[in-house]
């Protein structure tokens, strides 16, 4: 199995920026399965919706709304994956899930929150 913890979440003030990070540990074959990192948001009384995703070779993938203002970033010698997050806008408050693919399985962090104030 594979165990994803993220860092990072928090308030900031709109314009602000934040910078969440994952983690990835547990079976190192499983590790080195997964084909695909990215990260997922839910707002209150909304569905969850992906925000950015990376493949292992470091193709990207943007939602819309955060096109120019987020960057993904992966590291497949620690198994980390990273959101930069800049000029964050109220309406990118929710919580924050990483989320990891291989053949046949997926697995979610816990989440964490971000508030961004205006």
């Known amino acids: 199995q594979v165990q994803l913890v993220e860092s990072g979440g928090g308030l900031v003030q709109a314009g602000g920026s934040l910078r969440l990070s994952c983690a990835a540990s547990?079976?190192?074959?499983?590790?080195?399965?997964?084909?695909?990192m990215g990260w997922y948001r839910q707002a209150p009384g909304k569905q969850r919706e992906l925000v950015a995703a990376?493949?292992?070779?470091?193709?990207?993938n943007y939602a819309d709304s955060v096109k120019g203002r987020f960057t993904i970033s992966r590291d497949n010698a620690k198994n980390t994956v990273n959101l930069q997050m800049n000029s964050l806008k109220p309406e990118d408050t929710a919580v924050y899930y990483c989320?990891?693919?291989?053949?046949?399985?997926?697995?979610w962090g816990q989440g964490t929150q971000v508030t961004v104030s205006s």
């Open positions: 989320k990891a693919w291989r053949p046949g399985y997926d697995y």
């Open positions: 547990g079976n190192i074959f499983s590790i080195n399965a997964i084909n695909a």
């Open positions: 990376i493949l292992r070779g470091g193709s990207t």
